[in-house]
Structures are given as structure tokens and as C-alpha cells.
DNA sequence: CAAAAAACATACTAATTAGTATGTTTTTGT
DNA sequence: ACAAAAACATACTAATTAGTATGTTTTTTG
């Protein structure tokens, strides 16, 4: 890889990790580039602005590593119900990348942001939407298939599932802790269980 | 009411506006106080610090605000199925002090605040469990009526409400539609059903 | 190899921020 | 009425912020 590539995946996994704690206005660049070995002048010529640099960690970051989670766990060869938990299980319990302490990366991004940012909101609808079609998708096969209902609405139920997702993680944020997921994964076994 | 409550109150309403708006840490007390007629002078005589007056905004504003909806709702004739679901329907569709495109204030907060601030934390902590046992307590009074199937996890479930609730308050934030709220109504209608 | 472009480094600026210092005015108790 | 306390007003400070101006170094290309 190029030098100055490394330079800006360096800036970019750094300002990740820093958003994911606290936050994108309370990120500075002054603190993104002194907790790593970048200096100012290679921050602004790797990004125009502080908001490029965010945009960049959605669509560079956070959509290639969950999109390829979703697609290998949702593309295996159990039942949708099943693989929908085991996706969202794996989530939850194991990607040891997210903290229960600080909730969903994309949740927190998407609360802080898009209320005042419309570029962030319009490449966050980009990456939620990818989900919610996977999902979906998931969703119809199985209705084909003959092992989810052909009553269901697959968009709903979609919609609900990431609902409850995000909504969980916030409550494990909220009580640091992760029993408000394993009180979730056992609700939502049984919704699953029902759409079939 | 004494003028000096007046001016304490005319200082937590307009915070808890702009708080709800753009976040706590965007809302800054030259603005909280240029947009009334009160001056920093009163600002600091009322609250020692700016993380005082956000906690006062959770106990004098929020707490006050919801529990009375949630009792209300909660304390009604019909089965704790009808009930619940009446109350989140109210909640998202009929609520006007609450915007679509702003979210959940409680939910807002935890997202910003708990990372970080341990006083926040705490009164919302407080907050939430006071919803969290209203729920609870209207599942099992249903237990003991007989409306509620007596299998049921009502810690679960409450929970699982409440994190439905709070993602698709973040997923209508997203998309700045109602559209997510309807489609999560729909499979809660559902979702509920099956305790009976 | 040399010129040009890419990549990075340093010092600065203007705006914004929470909080303070030091007052004045208003209310309250006697 | 009048002293004391409560309530409010104004001007300031020190820290932090995103972004810029102006360089130097490194890499690429002809």
C-alpha cells in the first residue's frame, strides 16, 4: 500500500475510535493528530474538511466491515429466522470491536448528526438502507422457500428488527452492561419464531 | 410562582428546546441565554455549572413529563396488551412536543452523555427504570388477570419494548419519516398478541 | 537526473466556549 | 423603613476549536 495511503487510513481508523467514544463534535483534530504521528498539514491534505473526514470513516469504515458481516451470516444455509438471530446474536455478544459501554457506532452517528448535518444523514441512510435490504432479502427468500410466512411484511419486520437492535444497544450503554441484550436476543427468538 | 422560579424555569425550558435540537454539548450558555432575556449572571446564580442545569433539565423536565403519560396510559381499563400499545402509539404518532426528525430526548442523551458523564448516567438510569418497572408492573398485573400468558418474562419484554421503541425513534430520526414509527406499531400489534 | 507534483510540517488566526470577578438591583424579614 | 440576603447584570479570561498561510520534504515522471 502507498505510503500516504497508510497515512489517511491511519487519520481515519484514529478518528473512528475517538468518534465511537465521544462523539463527532467532541473529536477535535488537534487531538486526532496528536494521538497519532500526523501533523495538521497531512490532515488537511488528505480531507478538505473535518466533515469530509467523517463521511469518509462511514463510507470507508463502518459500511465495508458491517455490510461483509451481514452478507456472510445472512447468506448461510440455515433458515432466515435463524440466521437473522444468529446475525444479530453475533452483534451483540461477540464483534469485539463495538463496546457495550458505547453503543452502536452507526446509532450514535445518526443521533448526533443528522438533525443539523445533511451529508452525514444522506450517507447514513446509505449504509442503513444496505442493512435494511439484506434483510429484507433475507426475508423474501425464506418466504419462497416456504420457511417464513407469506403473510409477513418483510419490510416491517426488517424495520423492526433493527429497531430493536439499536434500541438495545442503548440500553446497554445506558447500564453498561450487557443483560438488556441477552432480555432482547430472547424476545426477539420467540418474534422470529412466530413469523414462521 | 416567585419571579426568581420563573426565571429557573424559562432557563431549563429554553435548554432543554435547544438540548433536544442539537445535542448538550452544542448548546452553549451564551445561546441558552441570548435567546431569553436572562443573563449569565442569573444562568450561574440558578445552576453551578452548565452539567447542573443538564441533570435539573432530566429531573424537572423529563422525568415529570413522561411518567405522567406512562401512568395515565398504563392505569387504563383495557388488557396491558391494548394498554402498552396505546401508550407507545401516543408516544410516536400523537406526542407533538416530540419531532420525528429530533428523535427521543431521553434517548438522545444517553447516547451523548453516558460515555462520559457519570452524573448523567445516573439520573437517567433513574429515568429509565421508572418506565422500565411501569411496564413491568402492567405485565404482570396482566399475569394475575389472566391477560398476560404467565410464561412470560415481563423484564424482557419490557425491555424489548422499550428498545423497539428508542430504535425506532432513531430509524424515523434517519429517514425523517413517520414511516418507520408505523411499520414498528405494526409488528408490535403483532408481537404483543402472541403474550396473551 | 531534474523539474514538477504530491505529501507532509509548523506557526498562526479568529471564533467560540465555560466559567469568574465584580458589580447593581430587587426582594424579604424585622 | 432599612439592613441583609437573594436575584440578576456586565465585562472579562483562559482554553479550545476548525481552519489557513506558508513553508519543506518526499515521490513521481519525463
Not at 456472510?72 to 432466515?80: Q, T, V
Not at 441512510?125 to 425464506?142: C, D, P, Y
Request: aromatic share 10%.
Amino acid at each position: 500500500m502507498k505510503k500516504s495511503q497508510i497515512t489517511r487510513l491511519t487519520i481515519l481508523n484514529k478518528a473512528f475510535d475517538l468518534i465511537y467514544s465521544n462523539g463527532y463534535r467532541a473529536s477535535s483534530i488537534d487531538e486526532i493528530i496528536g494521538t497519532t504521528k500526523v501533523t495538521k498539514g497531512a490532515f488537511y491534505y488528505h480531507f478538505k474538511n473535518k466533515e469530509e473526514m467523517g463521511i469518509a470513516i462511514i463510507d470507508e469504515i463502518l459500511k465495508p466491515r458491517l455490510s461483509n458481516k451481514f452478507v456472510e451470516l445472512l447468506e448461510n444455509k440455515n433458515s432466515p429466522a435463524e440466521s437473522i438471530y444468529s446475525l444479530i446474536r453475533y452483534l451483540l455478544i461477540e464483534d469485539d470491536l463495538l463496546k457495550v459501554e458505547l453503543g452502536c457506532p452507526a446509532s450514535n452517528l445518526i443521533q448526533e448528526m443528522t438533525p443539523w448535518n445533511n451529508s452525514f444523514s444522506i450517507a447514513l441512510n446509505n449504509l442503513v438502507n444496505q442493512w435494511l435490504h439484506l434483510l429484507i432479502a433475507t426475508l423474501e427468500k425464506g418466504q419462497k422457500n416456504e420457511t417464513i410466512n407469506k403473510g409477513v411484511d418483510a419490510n416491517s419486520v426488517a424495520n423492526f428488527i433493527l429497531s430493536g437492535y439499536w434500541g438495545a444497544r442503548n440500553l446497554g450503554k445506558l447500564e453498561k452492561s450487557d443483560k438488556p441484550y441477552k432480555a432482547y436476543l430472547k424476545e426477539l427468538k420467540m418474534y422470529l419464531k412466530a413469523l414462521e
